[in-house]
């Protein structure tokens, strides 16, 4: 079947400007992770979401990152007035609702450059 | 907090050699165990997990792991390393407390010599 697929694969942008990251997870899983993962910093855990409770934000890095999960599925994930730090790869995983939900299935990445 | 070493950012073995990437994590309670691999330029692939019950867990492309509580470990072991095994390996963590982000050790990268 189809795994987490993310878009764009690459994205440069220039410093100061907005740009929006996409996840589509595996048809039926209820969660949704993201995650980002740079040279300096290794994979670091961003946000969650399980079905409709609130969101675990406790991994953004500043209120210029934000995210939202719409019916439940597509996931987009917005870095505003980007700086060169968020340059990284940012993963999406996805997890089933049975088995406690702790395996994560993750996408290709979509790979940020802020120049 | 918890948080997950992986021993050597770099491993080198030869073909057909014993693979042995280790792993440990810090915990006050058991933690639910995992080993991911990721191959250059794709995401992440999971190769095993412990949750409960049996400590040794077999994952896929002969690649197995053994909890051990005492020693708070999780090393990842292959009997014969193929070529197609290079690759970067994380060992992470989710203590059962509830949230469900993973904590990624830093991960080792394996390089397989002919």
């Known amino acids: 079947g189809a795994g987490v697929s993310q878009s764009p694969s690459n994205k440069v942008t220039e410093k100061g400007k907005d740009v929006e990251l996409r996840c589509d997870p595996i048809?039926?899983?209820?969660?949704l992770y993201w995650y980002r993962q740079s040279l300096g910093q290794g994979l670091e855990f961003l946000i969650y979401?399980?079905?409709?409770?609130?969101?675990?934000k406790s991994g953004l890095p500043s209120d210029r990152f934000s995210a939202e999960r719409t019916g439940g599925s597509v996931s987009t994930l917005t870095i505003q007035r980007t700086q060169q730090e968020d340059s990284a790869v940012y993963l999406c995983?996805?997890?089933?609702?049975?088995?406690?939900?702790?395996?994560?299935?993750f996408g290709p990445g979509t790979r940020l450059t802020v120049t | 907090a918890q948080s997950v070493t992986q021993l050597g950012s770099h491993v080198s073995v030869s073909e057909g050699a014993l693979v042995l990437l280790r792993c440990n994590y810090s915990?006050?309670?058991?933690?639910?165990l995992f080993w991911y691999v990721q191959y250059p330029n794709q995401g992440l692939q999971l190769l095993l997990k412990?949750?409960?019950?049996?400590?040794l867990v077999k994952g896929i492309n002969g690649f197995e792991a053994e909890f051990k509580k005492s020693e708070t470990s999780f090393h990842l072991t292959k009997p014969s390393a193929h070529m197609s095994d290079a690759a970067e390996y994380f060992c992470?963590?989710?203590?059962?407390?509830?949230?469900?982000?993973?904590?990624f050790g830093s991960g080792t990268r394996l390089q397989v010599q002919p």
């Open positions: 995983a996805s997890s089933p609702p049975s088995g406690g939900g702790y395996e994560q299935y």
């Open positions: 048809s039926g899983h209820t969660a």
């Open positions: 979401f399980q079905g409709n409770s609130a969101p675990d």
């Open positions: 915990s006050s309670v058991p933690p639910y």
């Open positions: 412990y949750t409960t019950g049996a400590t």
């Open positions: 992470a963590v989710i203590p059962d407390t509830g949230r469900r982000a993973l904590t």
